[in-house]
Structure formats: structure tokens, C-alpha cells
């Protein structure tokens, strides 16, 4: 019982930061019905970047991720106008190879780099224990960070023009640009938002395990689960999908063997987008 | 394509003298000859040369040719994007070599049986997630993969992640290991010619019209008639079938099944990247990419300057063709001279 009292908080604790990899990747889809298949590598991206701040400068990585988030979303801003805006309104097969190409370029390049060899970012805070549950600092931190950025994040939708402007594109963008919202630059801000959350949660992944420059492929085919689970093009759904995966994670080891859990992930991700297509949150069609 | 039928029921339509319609019958098969001379070409090349290290890189370039074009049947005929394609050829691979390592079948049942597996996946699968269209189609194709491929990992009478390996002896069964290969060449290259006539011929007939018809907008074609969850689900099945018999082919020739080579995502993106390149839709297509592609990568896998970052070279030449050639070469070439129109199909 204790071992799944444990079990079940470790998946929470894990499940917030899956949601925030997962909310970039459902904002770009919300936004602009655009798979983006680059999210792995930017999610490895995310991890390098405070890797490489906390090793050679020393900063500390919560500090760095300051760094990081700019990067993400300037990246994101360059990737929408290369590779993106001229294939928008393409069919998906235009959209889905553009962004694969600009994975396979920052694989490519991250590999001749860095080579494939683990990294981790020796930073630790302690652990506390609850119960008899002991969990490590970073974790904490790491899930509470998520929650801060995705409780910004709706703020931001919700509260500020460009937010607004986002969720109207999101809606309609011919309706939109009627109105005088300038949709291109709403489309490439909407795509490095979603790069800077992906690159934010490969940040905090990397105070958390060790890591390679593929290990964001891992979390990408994560993302894709919870982002159906919370319902695509809902980001806040997203961390709620997060949570269930991180729950499942957690819970599924203790009565079969740890193997089987892609099996039932992706057996449920198959499930629900043949269901409820929409997400179990049930996110607007739009 | 025109039945008799047809004509009767328009009934102003007027006789055609045998004379024409031979004519127009030839007309049908000149997109045949160019892919088909290629594909002998391809196949005879090895004995001319005499090399085997030739007859290998024909190989791969040949299986991607094969593979890109029972894809093609789907994503350029149908225009529905299966990211996951290989779980086909893992999931027959692996049907396949069960069948001659455990239970001691020959090369030709097992080859079939791994057909009949995939296309039977594709079958169950086709009723379910081909209703799901676009992006979410694509991402059910990954999922299912990505489910198969943890499944088998944990599948005890596959071996698990250990996978499974052919007892030498098997080949002696063919002539040993030398003539084995040798043998699985021309397998190939006969699937490919058998590959090549399907394609072609689906998409000159009136089946492949109705995929065309889906391909540019679904609910108008179901208007006209066109029964688009059975049509789509006959041309999944199509392209399922025949990466199910190369599986078997591919692993027999490798020796060895693993799960993770044998539902490698990327090489399901690889065979849509060879679609794209040489033209989606065309019969043609399909083969240019193959050649192109491997040639491509070989190329880069070996040079001094580029072999450390192949992959990203890889990647700048896919998003070129992507942003400015999206028709691919035998796209281009057919908007660019329509004068070709009739031999490049």
C-alpha cells in the first residue's frame, strides 16, 4: 500500500512536467492544425541548454531556463517563417515533413556535436519525505515550476491582446485577420510559445534524469499521448492529461511488469482518438 | 477503363472500331514501359557487373522501391498519411520468421503468411482509425506502431527484446548461405515487378479513380458514388500486404528479428520521404525516390565532409523539396512539360 502511495505521487510529481512537454506541442496544433514533429529534438534542445549553462558557466539550472525559454521561443519564431508559413495551408503531409526535416537538421547537427553519449546535470536539492514516500527536491520543483508556467500560460491566453489574438486565430483565423489581427505574426508567435514550453519542460527533464540528445523522442511520443488524452489543441487539458499519464506510470509497474506500460499508453492513445477524438476534457472544435 | 456497358448505357456514345481501341489500349500502357525498364535494368545490373557488394546496394534501393510504392497506394492514390507503414513490415517480418525459425516453414508459405498477417492488421485496423482524418489519422498510424512494437517486445513466443535468429542450417536448405542471397535478390526483384503492375494497374482503374475522387475531397466523391470506407480500406490493405512479404524476405535474408529494427519509425518516414521526392501519386514516382534516396544516402553516409552531419544535410534537402517541389520530380517534370503527361504516370 505504501508502495503505491509512493508510486502514485511520483507519477503526479512526473505527470506535471509530461503536461508541460506535452501543452507546446497541443497549442501549435490548437492554434495552426500543425503536428510538430520537431518537438522531440527542441524538448532535447531544452535539456542541452541548461546542461551546458550549469556545466560551463555554472549558473544554476532554474536561472538557466530563463536562458533556455528565450532561446525556445526565438528558435521557434526562426523555425515557423523556414519552415512553416509557406506550407500552412498546405495539405498535413507538407506540415508533417517541414517539421520532421527541421528535427532530422537538429539531430543531425545535435549528434555531430554532442555525440549520442549520456549527460546529466549533477544538481541536487536534498529530499524530503511524506509518509513514507521519499522524493527528491527537484521534483517538487520541477512540478511546481510546471504548474507556475502553465497557470502563466492561461493568464496569458486570457488576459493580455496577444493572448486573446491567439485564441482567436485559433478559432478562425479568416474571421480573425477580418478583424484586424495580424495572423502571421500571431501564427509564428503562437509556434515559438509552443517551442519555448517544449524547451521549458527539456529544462526541467534534465534536473530530473540523464539524458542523451535523442531522449526528447521519448517525450515527444509521450506528448502525443497526452495530447490526445487532454484533447489536441487544449493546452490546459494537456496538464491533466500529464497528470493521468504520469499516474498510469507510476501505478502500472506495481502489478505487471514495468515493460508492458507503452503497451497500454499507446493501446489507450489508439483507443481514445478512434472514441473520443476530442480528448477526454472534450476540448471546442474549432 | 470503359466496359461496354458503359457505352450502351450512355447510348450516344459511338462504336469504337477495334482498330482504336488497340490504339487507345496501348496509349493505357505506355506509363508501364518506363518503370518497368528501369526495374530490369535494376535487376539485371548485378549479373552484368558480377559484384555482389553491387547486388547488395540494388537490394536495399530495390526494397525501398517496393516499399515506396505499396505505400504510394495509400498516401499518394488515397491521400491518407501513414506515418506508421513499417508496423506492416515488422509485424510480417515477424509473422514470417516465427513461422521458419520455430516451426521450421519454408521461405515461400512464410512469405506468405507474413502478407496474409499484414494485410489482415490492415484489414481490422482499416475499419477503425481510416475513419479519422488528417493529422489524427496520421498520429493513430504512429500510435498503433508504437503499440505493436512494445507488444512484441513483451511477447514471450517472439522472443521479447532478445528477438529471434535463424539456425544457419536453414540455408542449407536453398543451396547455403552464398546462393541464399542470391535467391532472395531475385525474390525481390520479382515482388518489385509484382509491386510495380499493382500499382499501375490500381491506379488506371476504376478503383483507383475513386481513391483519386477521395484523395482531393472526401465527401464530394462519396456524393458521386464512390463507397469511400470500403475503397479506403482496400487500398490500406493494398499497401499493407506487400512490406508484410518483404518483412519476411528482408529478415530471412538478415537472419535475425528484433523489435526495434523491425518497427523503426523513422524507416516508415523514409519511405514517405522517397514518395515525396520523386512525385506522390505517380507510378513513377515512387521508383525515382527510391534510387534517389539511397543513392543520396549513400553518398552522404560515405563522404569526408558530410558523414558526421548526413542527417542534417538529409533534413535540408527534405524541407527544400517539401517548401518548393511538393509534386516531387515526376510531378514537376509533368506540370513542367506536359508534353510527357502520357509516359510518366
Same mark, same amino acid.
Given at each position: 500500500? $505504501? ?6 505521487? $511520483? ?77 500552412? $495551408? ?8 517541414? &517539421? ?10 545535435? &549528434? ?9 546535470? $549533477?544538481? %541536487? ?23 507556475? @508556467? ?32 495580424? %495572423? ?20 526541467? /527533464? ?37 497528470? /493521468? ?5 507510476? @501505478? ?19 483507443? @481514445? ?14 | ?5 458503359? #457505352?450502351?448505357?450512355?447510348? #450516344? ?59 504510394? !497506394? ?12 513499417? +508496423? =506492416? =513490415? ?6 514470417? =520468421? ?6 521450421? *516453414? ?45 507488444? !512484441? ?37 520479382? !515482388?518489385?515487378? !509484382? ?38 480500406? *482496400? ?14 524476405? =528482408? ?23 522517397? +514518395? ?18 539511397? #543513392? ?6 560515405? #563522404? ?27 510531378? *514537376? ?13
Amino acid at each position: 500500500m $505504501d508502495f503505491l502511495f509512493t508510486s502514485i505521487l $511520483d507519477g503526479l510529481m512526473l505527470g506535471f512536467v509530461y503536461g508541460l512537454a506535452a501543452m507546446g506541442l497541443t497549442l501549435i496544433w490548437g492554434v495552426m492544425n500543425v503536428i510538430n514533429l520537431s518537438h522531440g529534438p527542441i524538448i532535447s534542445l531544452g535539456m542541452f541548454g541548461v546542461y551546458l549553462l550549469f556545466t560551463f558557466l555554472g549558473m544554476n539550472p532554474y536561472i538557466a531556463l530563463i536562458f533556455v525559454a528565450l532561446f525556445g521561443l526565438l528558435l521557434g519564431i526562426v523555425i515557423y517563417f523556414v519552415a512553416v508559413n509557406r506550407v500552412i $495551408d498546405a495539405p498535413h503531409l507538407s506540415t508533417l515533413l517541414a &517539421t520532421f526535416a527541421v528535427a532530422m537538421i537538429i539531430t543531425g547537427l545535435g &549528434t555531430a556535436v554532442f555525440t549520442a553519449s549520456p549527460r546529466n546535470v $549533477d544538481y %541536487s536539492l536534498g529530499s524530503v519525505t511524506i509518509g513514507n514516500a521519499t522524493i527528491p527536491v527537484t521534483r517538487i520543483v520541477a512540478a511546481v515550476l510546471s504548474v507556475l @508556467i502553465t497557470a502563466g500560460l492561461y493568464l496569458y491566453l486570457h488576459r493580455t491582446r496577444s493572448g486573446r489574438y491567439i485564441r482567436a486565430v485559433a478559432n478562425n483565423r479568416s474571421a480573425a485577420e477580418l478583424m484586424g489581427v495580424p %495572423s502571421v505574426r500571431i501564427l509564428a508567435l503562437s509556434f515559438g510559445i509552443g517551442t519555448m514550453l517544449a524547451a521549458l519542460a527539456g529544462g526541467l /527533464i534534465s534536473t530530473l534524469f540523464p539524458f542523451t540528445i535523442l531522449a526528447g523522442g521519448t517525450y515527444e511520443l509521450k506528448s502525443f499521448v497526452i495530447g490526445v488524452l487532454g484533447g489536441l489543441g487544449n493546452p490546459i487539458g494537456a496538464l491533466f492529461g500529464g497528470l /493521468i499519464l504520469g499516474v498510469l506510470e507510476g @501505478i502500472i509497474p506495481t502489478f505487471m511488469p514495468a515493460t508492458w506500460v507503452p503497451v497500454l499508453e499507446f493501446g489507450l492513445f489508439v483507443l @481514445i482518438l478512434l472514441v473520443r477524438p476530442q480528448g477526454l476534457f472534450g476540448a471546442k472544435k474549432s | 477503363m470503359n466496359s461496354p456497358q458503359d #457505352s450502351s448505357v450512355v447510348g #450516344s456514345a459511338p462504336k469504337v472500331s477495334w482498330r482504336e481501341a488497340l490504339s487507345q489500349n496501348a496509349g493505357a500502357y505506355v506509363g508501364l514501359i518506363l518503370p518497368l525498364i528501369i526495374i530490369a535494368l535494376l535487376t539485371i545490373w548485378p549479373t552484368v557487373t558480377g559484384k555482389d557488394i553491387t547486388r547488395e546496394s540494388i537490394f536495399t534501393i530495390m526494397l525501398s522501391i517496393a516499399l515506396a510504392s505499396s505505400l504510394n !497506394i495509400l498516401l499518394g492514390y488515397t491521400g491518407y498519411v501513414s506515418f506508421g507503414h513499417v +508496423v =506492416f =513490415f515488422g509485424l510480417g517480418g515477424y509473422v514470417g =520468421f516465427y513461422l521458419m525459425a520455430v516451426q521450421g *516453414w519454408s521461405l515461400w508459405p512464410a512469405m506468405a503468411m507474413g502478407g496474409l498477417a499484414a494485410g489482415l492488421l490492415a484489414f481490422l485496423l482499416g475499419k477503425a482509425i481510416l475513419r479519422l482524418r488528417g493529422g489524427y489519422f496520421a498520429l493513430a498510424t504512429i500510435g498503433v506502431n508504437e503499440a505493436m512494437r512494445a507488444f !512484441i517486445n513483451n511477447f514471450e513466443p517472439f522472443g521479447g527484446p532478445v528477438g529471434m535468429t535463424l539456425n544457419f542450417q536453414v540455408y542449407r536448405d536453398y543451396g547455403g548461405a552464398a546462393q541464399a542471397l542470391r535467391m532472395t535478390f531475385y525474390i525481390l526483384a520479382a !515482388i518489385t515487378f !509484382i509491386v510495380i503492375l499493382v500499382s499501375y494497374f490500381v491506379r488506371m482503374s476504376k478503383f483507383g479513380l475513386g481513391l483519386l475522387a477521395i484523395r482531393e475531397d472526401e465527401d464530394a466523391a462519396e456524393v458521386m458514388g464512390v463507397v469511400a470506407p470500403s475503397a479506403k480500406t *482496400w487500398a490500406y490493405v493494398l499497401s499493407a500486404i506487400f512490406p508484410g512479404i518483404l518483412g519476411v524476405l =528482408f529478415f530471412f535474408k538478415n537472419g535475425s528479428i528484433e523489435p526495434v529494427p523491425a518497427f523503426r519509425l523513422n524507416f516508415s518516414i523514409e519511405m514517405i520521404v522517397m +514518395v515525396m521526392l520523386g512525385g506522390q501519386g505517380t507510378v513513377l514516382g515512387p521508383i525515382l525516390g527510391g534510387i534517389g534516396y539511397q #543513392s543520396l544516402r549513400g553518398y552522404l553516409l560515405t #563522404s569526408p565532409l558530410f558523414k558526421n552531419i548526413q542527417l542534417a544535410v538529409a533534413g535540408v534537402l527534405l524541407l527544400v523539396i517539401v517548401l518548393f517541389v511538393p509534386a516531387g520530380v515526376v510531378g *514537376w517534370l509533368r506540370n513542367r512539360f506536359p508534353v510527357l503527361r502520357r509516359i510518366l504516370q
